[in-house]
């Protein structure tokens, strides 16, 4: 009888113990952190990672959108909004707020260049599968973020002329990034749409963008991580403006827009394309053109882009 107990009790505990392990993996909030900690703990294989950054994230970009419609782009009225969305949130209350911020609490010039570079920058490829991951309106965050992309040709070379006298950006590059990163995931996943597999792959989105990410984090952060140990009083100084430009921004653009009647989903793609900018093609100028000085506004913008992320997984589900 006691046998008995201890062999059917063991195996419930292992079963549970099983379904709260594989919950877990699941979970987008444990794999971002636990990427965060696998970047500081064992950064220096980030070196390894970093070329299948690009290819990582055009795969995690397919899966994403992969539920969107070509249709949407087809109907001028109902792209408007996003476009004109992504662009004032993007690059006129983004970038303005790291631009203010960091000329009003930062002295040193050498990360204003790096807070330049930052609003200067698109918004991050990620605000696409980010977006579908939080339940938001994945089809208005696709328009607007392919809409910020094209308007980058113009706006990232306008913003550094204006603020740092030189420009240095190459439209070439921005146009390989677009290319990479947007049209290419669009065109396979138009195709893989019309192919058999599309259930298939439908069932593994999941598992494909949490551990994708997995990567993306690992990699940012283990790159990065010297950064963080260096000057305390300037990494305050500049997570202060981190912190502002994603966990305050976010909810102030979110109390305006419920305000104003904005749909939860909606609300989401806004939150998203107002608090996010590619930091990997930010952190691969400011290192190429500039000092690693400049590099360390990425850094930490970076950290806190993911602990935002984080938190709005637990967040957006109390959201009304």
């Known amino acids: 009888m006691v046998l008995r107990y201890l062999v059917t009790h063991s195996t419930g505990f292992r079963m549970a113990l099983g379904t709260r392990l594989m919950a877990l993996l699941k979970s987008s909030s444990f794999i971002f952190m636990l990427a965060m900690a696998a970047g500081f703990a064992f950064g220096g294989g980030a070196s390894y990672t970093e070329p299948a950054l690009v290819p990582v994230l055009a795969l995690i970009m397919t899966v994403s959108i992969m539920g969107v419609s070509s249709r949407i782009f087809l109907n001028f009225k109902e792209i408007l909004l996003p476009v004109l969305a992504a662009l004032a949130l993007n690059y006129i209350v983004l970038s303005g707020a790291f631009i203010g911020l960091s000329f009003l609490i930062i002295s040193d010039s050498e990360?204003?260049?790096?807070?330049?570079?930052?609003?200067?920058?698109?918004?991050?490829?990620?605000?696409?599968?980010?977006?579908?991951?939080?339940?938001?309106?994945?089809?208005?965050?696709?328009v607007g973020n392919v809409a910020a992309y094209i308007a980058a040709l113009a706006i990232t070379p306008a913003i550094s002329i204006l603020f740092l006298g030189t420009n240095f950006i190459e439209p070439t590059r921005l146009l390989t990034t677009l290319a990479e990163l947007i049209v290419a995931p669009i065109i396979i996943s138009r195709i893989l749409r019309r192919m058999p597999i599309v259930s298939t792959i439908e069932r593994w989105r999941g598992p494909v963008v949490n551990w994708g990410f997995f990567l993306v984090i690992y990699t940012i952060v283990g790159?990065?991580?010297d950064a963080f140990l260096q000057e305390p009083y300037t990494l305050l100084l500049v997570s202060a403006i981190a912190f502002a430009s994603t966990f305050v921004l976010a909810e102030v653009i979110n109390r305006i827009s419920a305000a104003l009647g904005v749909a939860k989903a909606d609300r989401i793609s806004l939150l998203l394309l107002g608090t996010r900018k590619n930091n990997g093609m930010v952190g691969a100028i400011a290192l190429v053109f500039f000092t690693s000085r400049a590099a360390i506004p990425v850094a930490v913008v970076s950290a806190f882009t993911i602990l935002h992320f984080v938190w709005l997984t637990w967040w957006v589900k109390r959201m009304r």
Do not use: E
Request: proline content about 9%.
């Open 223 to 225: 790159l990065n991580r």
């Open 111 to 142: 990360l204003h260049t790096g807070f330049v570079l930052l609003a200067a920058g698109p918004p991050a490829v990620a605000v696409i599968p980010l977006t579908n991951l939080l339940g938001g309106n994945t089809k208005f965050s696709l």
